[in-house]
């Protein structure tokens, strides 16, 4: 049993993953469920596997949900508030990618701590810094990218080349197979490692250019349902979850449904505020830095400590008014209904509704990727997430999962549970019948 935080996890009884599917919403598993794309999958879920409806982190970002879901933390815990952060200290706008932004130490780390050797993959490379963090000395969690899997080799475990050990060329990151691949390094690496403890976490470029049934998200379904089954094969214990849904956000004439802040800003003769959009990373063909969460700062963010707050009403006022801006938070309330560091986000929290993104100005964006039509995530309508399990839950764990008063009646397939994307690997560990074999 290792402790992190507030939570205790047993020590895998047997080989353990669980998958995170970049840009999952329910809806993408419920269509290709019902159009029988998943086989594997229905198998597992009709022999008493879970799936409910649960709840990822707002904002709806990748790096903040990936860290929840390896730290079992909300971000005010963990940290990370977004993709992208401002710097009070330079006044720069920075990747959240380095290690040293995490406030507390990964399950990969504590577990590698405790004997248990683990692997972590994702098919983005931004993530791998974080996933294999490593804050204390001692053993390092494995952590590859199936992005730069072509640079990389383990050769103190005789492993020179990950392509050669996977048996193909990786794809590129704008590739529909790249989260396979990913998946694909897992299957031919576990053995070679000793790992019983993996973490694969794919990218959502198929989830950013289709909705459910499209031709290419039927394919990445179906290849998904033959891998998941080669890891049951392979003796796993799966669960899945996503870090976040997917949403069309388009205008009618198929343009991008965008509301420029910076631009409604000085319209309205608003000056001295900066906006920054936390979906900011090095991927923009996804989604053109384009989301439906930003962040507001008042002033220069070296200020020393004094806000003009009738700036600030104003301000939010102003955005408020915007169509498809549903919501403006101060700081304070933000931290508190998110969980949410309130050290790293802005005076303001601005959030868009189902169909709307969010951006600096028209200017700003680059949107020759996404002119032919935007699905994008960040706000409260693609915090849905999917949460999975390959194998029945414990008796008396029903209580857990959905309340309660719940009982056995309330687990059907897509059933809405009080749990978070950062509850899976509680449930893989803790929970399910085969954490006793």
């Known amino acids: 049993m290792i402790e992190l935080c507030d939570r205790r996890?047993?020590?895998?009884?047997?080989?353990?993953?669980?998958?995170?599917?970049?840009?999952?919403?329910?809806?993408?598993?419920?269509?290709?469920?019902?159009?029988?794309?998943?086989?594997?999958?229905?198998?597992?879920?009709?022999?008493?596997?879970?799936?409910?409806?649960?709840?990822?982190?707002?904002?709806?970002?990748?790096?903040?949900?990936?860290?929840?879901?390896?730290?079992?933390?909300?971000?005010?815990?963990?940290?990370?508030?977004g993709n992208t952060y401002l710097d009070a200290a330079t006044g720069e706008e920075v990747p959240m990618n380095d290690p040293r932004f995490l406030r507390v130490p990964t399950l990969f780390e504590k577990m590698e701590q405790a004997g248990v050797r683990t692997l972590c993959i994702t098919a983005k490379d931004k993530l791998r810094a974080l996933l294999g963090a490593c804050r204390e000395e001692g053993p390092r969690p494995i952590s590859l990218s199936a992005e730069k899997a072509h640079e990389q080799a383990i050769p103190e475990r005789g492993i020179g080349s990950i392509t050669a050990a996977v048996g193909r060329k990786?794809?590129?990151?704008?590739?529909?197979?790249?989260?396979?691949?990913?998946?694909?390094?897992?299957?031919?690496?576990?053995?070679?490692?000793?790992?019983?403890?993996?973490?694969?976490?794919?990218?959502?470029?198929?989830?950013?250019?289709?909705?459910?049934?499209?031709?290419?998200?039927?394919?990445?379904?179906?290849?998904?349902?033959?891998?998941?089954?080669?890891?049951?094969?392979?003796?796993?214990?799966?669960?899945?979850?996503?870090?976040?849904?997917?949403?069309?956000?388009?205008?009618?004439?198929?343009?991008?449904?965008?509301?420029?802040?910076?631009d409604a800003l000085r319209e309205a003769g608003l000056s001295g505020l900066r906006v920054l959009l936390p979906i900011t990373d090095p991927y923009v063909v996804h989604h053109g830095a384009l989301g439906s969460y930003a962040t507001v700062y008042l002033g220069a963010p070296t200020r020393d400590g004094a806000q003009d707050d009738g700036a600030l009403e104003r301000a939010a006022e102003v955005l408020a008014r915007l169509p498809g801006v549903e919501l403006v938070l101060p700081r304070e309330e933000a931290a508190r209904r998110f969980a949410l560091p309130p050290d790293r986000i802005g005076d303001l929290v601005v959030l868009g509704d189902r169909r709307t993104v969010l951006g600096k100005s028209a200017d700003?964006?680059?949107?020759?990727?996404?002119?032919?039509?935007?699905?994008?995530?960040?706000?409260?309508?693609?915090?849905?997430?999917?949460?999975?399990?390959?194998?029945?839950?414990?008796?008396?764990?029903?209580?857990?999962?959905?309340?309660?008063?719940?009982?056995?009646?309330?687990?059907?397939?897509?059933?809405?549970?009080?749990?978070?994307?950062?509850?899976?690997?509680?449930?893989?560990?803790?929970?399910?019948?085969?954490?006793?074999?």
């Not at 596997?49 to 970002?61: M, N």
């Not at 576990?190 to 039927?218: C, F, I, N, W």
């Not at 056995?408 to 803790?430: I, K, T, Y």
């Open 9 to 81: 996890y047993a020590l895998p009884a047997r080989k353990t993953v669980v998958f995170c599917v970049d840009g999952c919403g329910p809806e993408y598993l419920d269509k290709a469920l019902a159009d029988g794309l998943m086989p594997r999958l229905a198998g597992a879920l009709a022999a008493g596997g879970l799936y409910v409806r649960g709840r990822g982190q707002v904002p709806s970002f990748t790096n903040p949900n990936n860290v929840s879901i390896v730290t079992g933390q909300p971000t005010r815990v963990h940290g990370i508030s």
């Open 364 to 437: 700003y964006h680059d949107l020759s990727a996404v002119q032919r039509g935007l699905r994008s995530h960040g706000g409260l309508h693609e915090a849905e997430v999917p949460i999975l399990a390959s194998h029945p839950l414990r008796p008396g764990e029903r209580g857990w999962l959905l309340g309660a008063e719940a009982d056995d009646a309330d687990a059907a397939r897509g059933q809405r549970s009080a749990l978070s994307n950062a509850d899976v690997f509680d449930l893989v560990l803790n929970r399910l019948s085969t954490a006793m074999a």
């Open 170 to 262: 990786n794809p590129s990151i704008y590739d529909w197979d790249i989260s396979h691949y990913a998946m694909e390094m897992g299957l031919a690496l576990h053995e070679r490692l000793s790992a019983t403890l993996l973490y694969v976490s794919l990218t959502d470029y198929v989830q950013h250019k289709e909705p459910p049934r499209g031709p290419m998200s039927d394919r990445f379904y179906a290849r998904f349902d033959a891998l998941f089954g080669e890891y049951l094969d392979a003796g796993f214990v799966c669960g899945i979850t996503a870090d976040h849904g997917m949403n069309d956000k388009t205008a009618d004439d198929g343009s991008p449904n965008v509301r420029y802040l910076d």
